[in-house]
């Protein structure tokens, strides 16, 4: 929050800027035994919001002479299941059989997609995973 408010200071000036706020599918949909890590995943998609509405409101207040300008987008990614260190060799077998991975670069495409839009426009929230992934009742 404290980094994304000091970013949005220095942005807050007619040519704008964009925050993209990486989260997870686990903030949409959560699995079993991942009370910790959805929470958060949750609560990042609400400080999004919020500092979406704060991106509005310093178009409305910055000095332009420019319709549009100054904005600030604010948005979140929600990558799906992605190959990470942290998940156990079981868990990441599991999940290649019925599930599936969507690759790191795909997401880093994805973001670089997003952050080249103009700031007028804006992806407020999306999620990326893999075609077999479900999203709704998950295991």
């Given at each position: 929050f404290i980094l994304s408010k000091w970013a949005m200071s220095k942005m807050a000036t007619p040519?704008?800027?964009r925050i993209i706020n990486i989260g997870s599918i686990a903030g949409e949909s959560p699995r079993l035994h991942s009370v910790p890590?959805?929470?958060?995943?949750?609560a990042l998609g609400g400080l999004t919001r919020a500092l979406s509405i704060e991106g509005r409101h310093l178009a409305?207040?910055?000095?332009?002479?420019?319709a549009g300008n100054g904005v600030v987008a604010v948005c979140q990614i929600n990558p799906?299941?992605?190959r990470s260190a942290i998940m156990s060799a079981e868990e990441a077998a599991r999940r290649e059989k019925?599930?599936?991975?969507?690759?790191a670069d795909d997401i880093g495409r994805y973001v670089a997609m997003v952050?080249?839009?103009p700031n007028e426009a804006n992806v407020l929230e999306s999620t990326?995973?893999?075609?077999?992934?479900?999203l709704v009742g998950r295991g």
């Amino acid at each position: 929050f404290i980094l994304s408010k000091w970013a949005m200071s220095k942005m807050a000036t007619p040519s704008g800027g964009r925050i993209i706020n990486i989260g997870s599918i686990a903030g949409e949909s959560p699995r079993l035994h991942s009370v910790p890590y959805s929470t958060s995943k949750y609560a990042l998609g609400g400080l999004t919001r919020a500092l979406s509405i704060e991106g509005r409101h310093l178009a409305q207040t910055t000095k332009s002479t420019d319709a549009g300008n100054g904005v600030v987008a604010v948005c979140q990614i929600n990558p799906g299941n992605v190959r990470s260190a942290i998940m156990s060799a079981e868990e990441a077998a599991r999940r290649e059989k019925e599930e599936g991975f969507v690759e790191a670069d795909d997401i880093g495409r994805y973001v670089a997609m997003v952050a080249s839009l103009p700031n007028e426009a804006n992806v407020l929230e999306s999620t990326v995973m893999p075609t077999r992934q479900p999203l709704v009742g998950r295991g």
